[in-house]
Nanobody, 124 residues
Framework: QVQLVESGGGLVQAGGSLRLSCAAS????????MAWFRQVPGKEREFVAA????????FYAPSVKDRFMIARDNANNKVHLLMNSLKADDTAAYYC?????????????????WGKGTLVTVSS
């Protein structure tokens, strides 16, 4: 069982940057693929980025590639999402997720454990 708690959401102007963090419980954090998803009310949850347990592999949705960066700190059981050049379309609730078996590419299809989310609002 993994518990995930996101933080770092807030209001930012278009073109600005924001860093989201996710703190995970559990002793085997480094064995989990971690990912970020986002969801706008009334729409399906959307894959954003994933990172392998070692941090050596990452995968991004085309809409955020070259603007967002996912990173992890296995010593402190955390994963981060650095978001640059934010657009109004990036406004959403952002969710941290973990899975013990998914690859970074397969994370797109869903993860086993989820946080409760943190809201990001980008003003234009």
């Amino acid at each position: 069982q993994v518990q995930l708690v996101e933080s770092g959401g807030g209001l930012v102007q278009a073109g600005g940057s924001l860093r989201l963090s996710c703190a995970a419980s559990g002793r085997t954090f480094s064995s989990y693929t971690m990912a970020w998803f986002r969801q706008v009310p009334g729409k399906e949850r959307e894959f954003v980025a994933a990172i392998s347990g070692s941090g050596g592999s990452t995968f991004y949705a085309p809409s955020v590639k070259d603007r967002f960066m996912i990173a992890r700190d296995n010593a402190n059981n955390k994963v981060h999402l650095l978001m640059n050049s934010l657009k109004a379309d990036d406004t959403a609730a952002y969710y941290c997720a973990a899975d013990p078996t998914r690859t970074v590419v397969a994370a797109y299809y869903g993860m086993e454990y989820w946080g409760k989310g943190t809201l990001v609002t980008v003003s234009s």
